[in-house]
């Protein structure tokens, strides 16, 4: 293996070579020369590995190579700690492994939202049109119509609350002329600020296998809104937001138990894990976690708790890995933030602090199985269900519910919907109706409440069947 190295391919090479299958059928003159070098090293490679260690050796270390290339992000645990003023770095765990960021997203979406508040190019009182394309959006939604409008502090209030899917696209359409559009502006900001290992697709964080981010980005992103955009970072602390009849919570639920958090963002899909950014001040000082691949909304805010108290409690210097300096607004027109305070050298960490590292990492493994496992048994559930035509994508940690029924026509799905709604009452206050229409010439109409948390749904069904109406508790995620 010395005195070798592996010649600089494209994607399409590289993997035919290491399959030992024709990729293209033509070659430049360039492309065969590299071709040649690189067969070249794998025969000596081939040579070398038998020699030393035998066939079976080879052949795992070109599986790995090959597995290597092609695998995408994943729902990996990442965790990241930082001081929002001087950009130290209390805490820090697989931060550049790149995560599907999910409603995580739309901090992004209202960063540029707010970009267009100060240059004046909108203001919180215009109404933005909504499209078809963004009023079908899957949950979490505010429900909105093609057609209709919204003003933009309600669009920024169902974002930050409700995390509104349809409420996303719309702000993207609006600002980007189409969602894609937005989304390349998206990925332009995340580069201007710093993002290296951040691309988005879309407004809202629903599935994209293309679209993804990193702990040490979303601590980047989270520092630039707070320090750019301090005069709306209030609407990330609004604790509940009322529209069309119906009150929504926000579902950043460490806001009401952990003392000092003011904000940020969570978010969930199936291929994410429980993801979080938290903003929490106390005593002057402010600090900004993240974490990636959480097994449940409820594990991982205690995790978030757990990594921030031992942040403010951690003497500084005590991280080894350095954050990039404020990300200033390059076009910002209000006054540039105070330059950051000067880094302090870091510090080797000490063995408490390495003992407890250890520790983490052995319960981040076992988090990380179950939460395969978890996985595993929700797709075969979808499956089984044929819900197809109810994928509710991101939601959160909201993507429970309920279902009352299945019935033969559409206005008595509604009804039963409606009675159970009201039976209810505030428990359900939060959910969305959902009519899932099956495929085929007999399928039916499946009467469901979603939007709803795994135990709220449980005791929605429990109160119901003592009331003798069928219920049954459904994974609408």
Request: charged letters at 20%; aromatic letters at 6%.
């Amino acid at each position: 293996m010395r005195g070798h190295s592996i010649p600089t391919v494209d994607m399409p090479e590289r993997i035919s070579y290491c399959c030992g299958v024709p990729f293209l059928d033509s070659l430049s003159a360039r492309q065969q020369d590299v071709k040649l070098k690189h067969q070249k090293f794998l025969s000596e490679f081939h040579v070398a590995a038998v020699m030393r260690r035998g066939i079976p050796t080879l052949l795992l270390t070109l599986t790995l190579f090959f597995v290597a290339l092609v695998v995408p992000a994943q729902a990996k645990y990442a965790a990241m700690v930082v001081d929002a003023d001087s950009g130290e770095v209390l805490h820090a765990a697989n931060v550049d492994q790149q995560n599907y960021p999910a409603s995580l997203t739309k901090m992004m979406t209202l960063y540029l939202l707010f970009d267009a508040l100060d240059r004046g190019q909108i203001r919180t009182v215009d109404r933005i049109p909504v499209s078809s394309h963004a009023a079908a959006q899957a949950p979490s939604k505010l429900g909105l119509r093609p057609g209709q409008t919204i003003s933009v502090e309600d669009a920024i209030l169902g974002i930050c609350t409700k995390s509104a899917n349809d409420a996303a696209v719309t702000v993207g359409e609006y600002l980007g002329g189409s969602e894609t559009g937005f989304a390349d502006m998206m990925t332009r900001k995340a580069r201007e600020l710093g993002m290296r290992g951040t691309v988005f697709r879309n407004a809202s964080g629903l599935p994209n296998k293309g679209q993804h981010s990193t702990a040490r980005d979303m601590a980047t992103l989270a520092r630039a809104l707070i320090h750019n955009h301090s005069r709306y970072y209030h609407y990330f602390s609004t604790q509940q937001f009322s529209y069309n009849g119906e009150t929504m919570r926000n579902h950043n639920h460490l806001m009401e138990w952990y003392e000092g958090t003011d904000g940020i963002k969570t978010g969930y899909i199936g291929a994410s894990g429980f993801n979080l950014v938290a903003s929490v001040k106390r005593d002057g000082r402010r600090l900004v976690g993240v974490i990636f691949g959480g097994e449940s909304a409820a594990s991982r805010d205690r995790h978030m708790a757990q990594l921030l108290d031992a942040a403010f409690a951690r003497a500084p210097g005590s991280s080894n890995v350095e954050l990039a300096s404020m990300p200033l607004q390059q076009d910002a027109d209000e006054t540039p933030a105070p330059a950051p305070a000067a880094k302090k050298k870091p510090q080797v960490a000490h063995a408490e602090t390495r003992a407890v590292m250890k520790a983490m990492a052995r319960s981040q493994q076992a988090r990380q199985v179950a939460a395969a496992k978890t996985a595993k048994v929700s797709r075969a559930k979808a499956a089984a269900d044929d819900d197809d035509d109810d994928a509710s994508g991101d939601a959160d940690d909201d993507n429970w519910g309920i279902q009352v029924g299945a019935y033969s026509q559409q206005a008595k799905a509604r009804q039963a919907v409606a009675s159970a709604k009201q039976k209810l009452g505030k428990l359900v206050s939060d959910g969305s109706v959902s009519i899932a229409h099956g495929k085929g010439r007999h399928a039916t109409y499946r009467a469901r409440l979603i939007g709803l948390p795994e135990d709220t749904a449980r005791e929605a069904c429990r109160r119901l069947s003592k009331s003798r109406v069928a219920c049954a508790v459904i994974n609408a995620g």
